[in-house]
Nanobody, 115 residues
Framework: QVQLVESGGGLVQAGGSLRLSCAAS????????MAWYRQAPGKQRGFVAR???????TYAESLKGRFTISRDNTKNTVYLQMNSLKPEDTAVYYC?????????WGQGTQVTVSS
């Protein structure tokens, strides 16, 4: 059973930074890719960023330049560095593991950006 545990969320003022972590119970190198999604109140869950096993990354167009996804295979952890945060970044952030035959989700971590 794959478990993904997010951490690092919290309350931050606009313009601030946070780094989210997603710790996996398995080797993330066995995953095709790891990704971050977010869901704001009253909205659908949306794509944030993705990193493949080989390293290439993709981002939601609106977040490029402010968010950075990275991975540490030795720690089986994926990170999301978020800078210049805005109130509209307020959401629950979810980690997703894309395995060869299934996807796995974490429980999410709340990020709240105050104006």
């Amino acid at each position: 059973q794959v478990q993904l545990v997010e951490s690092g969320g919290g309350l931050v003022q606009a313009g601030g930074s946070l780094r989210l972590s997603c710790a996996a119970s398995v080797r993330i190198s066995s995953m095709n890719a790891m990704a971050w999604y977010r869901q704001a109140p009253g909205k659908q869950r949306g794509f944030v960023a993705r990193i493949t096993s080989g390293g290439p990354t993709t981002y939601a167009e609106s977040l490029k330049g402010r968010f950075t996804i990275s991975r540490d295979n030795t720690k089986n952890t994926v990170y999301l560095q978020m800078n210049s945060l805005k109130p509209e970044d307020t959401a629950v952030y979810y980690c997703k593991g894309e395995a060869p035959y299934s996807d796995y989700w974490g429980q999410g971590t709340q990020v709240t950006v105050s104006s």
